[in-house]
Structure formats: C-alpha cells, structure tokens
C-alpha cells in the first residue's frame, strides 16, 4: 500500500496474491481427487459432505453449507443424492421441526474411509519437502485468517 491506495494486482502479480494462490492450490486439490471420487458416484461437494459428516455428527444444513464451502441450494442437490444412494439421512431438528440434521450412514462412512487414503495422500503431496514446523505455521496461518474472514461462529 502506498499512500492509502492498494497496490494495483499487476504490481503484486498472482504469484503474491494470496487468494489467486489458494484458489490454484485447491484446483489441483480437488482434480487429483477426481478420478477416485468418480468412481464411487461422488463430487467434489458430496466428498465435501462426507468429510465433514465423518468428523461433526448430525449438522443443520445451513452449517453443514458453511463447513462444506458449498452453496445451499447445491449442498441440497448433493444430500438429496446422498440420501437416495444410502450414504447420508436426515432427520428433523428435535427443537425444531423445520430445521434438518444430516447424519452419515454407515455406508456414507465406508465410502468416505475408502477415499480419505487418497485425500491424505494429495495433502501430503502439496507439503512435499515441507518440514512440519512450517507447516504446523502454515495451517495456524490458514486458522488464523479463517477466523478474521469468517461471517459464522463455526
């Protein structure tokens, strides 16, 4: 910044911006998981839900959209999907009724367990001749700014 005024992206260039950067990383995340995805009837917004379903039990749908990073309106086509396939159900809120808790079967689990060794494999490959100092920072770095971004408390 020079005298209040950002500097213009050509001067940063995408190789220092940040978001450009994450977004490229998450590309390559997420094609290197496409072959492995496919062949158990899934994309990258169901993957998205059973990771999050294998780790947080029975979710509203609005926070499971917010964990997921995946729009509501899609993350519904996506459980409705789920759910004919016998991986997720729902259930109503006990507290309220019109509110939906989504929960992994055990089908859901077997699918995801059966793609986490290649999710685990892809994360270790973009830290690749990475000592884990740095990265144990770069994933405090990553909590951090999520925390100054985030609009919800989850």
């Known amino acids: 910044m020079k005298d209040g005024v950002p500097k213009r992206l050509g001067e940063v260039g995408l ?3 940040a978001p450009y950067l994450m977004n490229r990383i998450m590309g390559r995340y997420n094609a290197s998981l496409r072959e492995e995805m496919a062949d158990l009837g899934l994309t990258t917004p169901k993957m998205r839900a059973l990771a999050v379903l294998s780790v947080v039990e029975g979710p509203l749908i609005r926070e499971l959209s ?3 990073v ?3 309106s899609t993350l519904s086509r996506a459980l409705e999907q789920l759910t004919n396939d016998g991986l997720v159900r729902r259930e109503a809120d006990a507290t309220d009724s019109r ?3 989504v929960f992994i079967t055990d089908a859901g689990r077997a699918a995801f367990e059966t793609l986490w060794p290649h999710m685990a494999e892809a994360q270790a490959r973009m830290f690749r001749g ?7 920072a770069f994933v405090g770095t990553l909590q ?4 100054n971004i985030r609009k919800h408390e989850i």
């Open 15 to 17: 190789a220092n911006f």
């Open 66 to 68: 917010v964990l997921t």
């Open 70 to 72: 995946v729009e509501q």
């Open 99 to 101: 509110a939906v808790r």
């Open 130 to 136: 990475i000592p884990d100092e740095e990265r144990r």
């Open 144 to 147: 951090r700014m999520l925390v």
